[in-house]
DNA sequence: TCAGTTATCGTCAAAGTGACTATAACTTCC
DNA sequence: GGAAGTTATAGTCACTTTGACGATAACTGA
């Protein structure tokens, strides 16, 4: 057998490689999925937008540097909402410095989480996603956030992540409008409202209610244990 | 700004790992749901069963490892089926040798295809996943085999990707097997023969016929063009 | 030829969905 | 202080899909 057919078992000069993780962490607000970014001070793509992303600590686990590097990003003390593995990036070229293997990571974020404003210059920023697919995104950044616009949209689909955008309590409409802007399409109140309301364990009301502008107050509902939707909701609806 | 806070941007002296490739390989045979194991010549786990993998090498993609080491296994020209990258696993501990982060693959092959006996002792072979998971297997492989089995029957509802299962020509038979081994449950044949049939794109009639053992002959199907299933199956179903 | 087996076609009731009507309960504008 | 506008929520109805299952077709083996 050549020695080249089992490099596995032949630790001793093995390539090395740099592992990082990479954040793709979304949120809705102002009626827009937007991401969080951060502009790169460094050479290469000096001065253009990333993703938040870092080493992974000879310590440490992926899921542990991933939510390490949301916290600093973001300053909160623990990343609430939710936090995926997404996918791995392992181009031989993507970093031209040296190889570079990248987890990706994506998280679903309530609005109300401000990033934490730096003293350097490499603020992190919530920015719409069209804004940062059409910026030049250092790396294969824009191919990293392309996928997990996809995962989100799917996810949304056949599970209850989407109160994972919202805070703690929400309406039915906050939770439609997250469909909304994170697919593009227009749900008919109604027949969402069946569908969320119908589910087990999906929404847990509260009992309380809200007034925000004109209209008949919503009631005001929590996660409940519900994962999964089946049958799923459908994104297939024109937006007249 | 501590050095430790950004050290992405510290390249020297980068916490060095091995990347490597991982791969899940799944087929059904004789009525089981069977992975290909390589049995481990050196330490650690030595004469453990462990999952097909390697190392990346410097000038190929993830995805590229991951299909090389398929055809290092099995001895096939192209890995066909299906091929898809799963996950990947990094704890600081994995391997006790060095910080090894292995990005695990999900491949799906017909039956048809036999792994490469070997002149060494290391030979891969089908295993039923209950052996497999049962048995003592190297590293977190037996956290990386569930993990595939997982998505590979979640995938079976929403994708036809079943069929990557099969042969190139089959029967709705060996569809339906397919599903009920993998899923683990009895599916009515003609409420699945009506639904993989009315599923446009899903299948596509050869107009050839087989016939195997007693019963009337069967139509041979190819793969058809679509990938989704929407309305998806379910696989709610007591084995009664 | 007959019994057994598998493939395929149909039937029917229950569940879920899209489109839409109807009320409820607020705000805002005369 | 209404009237009009707006949002929330409850139903209605036709249509699609599904699970359960009856019926028929076309083969094998005794």
């Not at 460094?42 to 310590?59: R, T």
């Amino acid at each position: 057998m050549p020695p080249s057919t089992r490099p596995a078992d032949d630790l001793a000069g093995f390539p090395p490689v740099a592992a990082t993780v990479d954040l793709v962490a979304l949120t809705v607000r102002d009626d827009a999925l937007q991401v969080l970014v951060v502009t790169r001070t460094g050479d290469p793509h000096a001065g253009e937008l990333a993703l938040p992303g870092g080493f992974v600590h000879p310590d440490e686990d992926l899921d542990s540097a991933a939510a390490r590097v949301l916290v600093e990003e973001t300053g909160m003390r623990r990343p609430p909402g939710h936090l995926e593995q997404l996918k791995t990036y392992g181009a031989p070229n993507r970093d031209p410095r040296l190889r570079v293997v990248s987890v990706a990571y994506l998280a679903m974020a309530p609005t109300r989480l401000d990033p934490r404003v730096r003293g350097d210059a490499a603020v992190a920023a919530w920015v719409p996603v069209e804004r940062a697919l059409t910026a030049p995104l250092a790396f294969d950044h824009t191919t990293i956030l392309t996928d997990a616009i996809s995962r989100a949209r799917s996810k949304l689909e056949y599970t209850s992540l989407a109160a994972a955008f919202c805070g703690p309590e929400f309406t039915v409409s906050n939770l439609r409008r997250v469909y909304e802007v994170v697919w593009g399409v227009r749900l008919d109140p109604r027949n969402f409202h069946r569908k969320v309301s119908s589910t087990p364990g999906f929404i847990i009301d509260t009992g309380h209610t809200v007034i925000d502008g004109p209209g008949r107050p919503a009631a005001l509902y929590r996660r409940g244990p519900a994962t999964m939707l089946v049958p799923p909701l459908t994104r297939e609806q024109p937006d007249t």
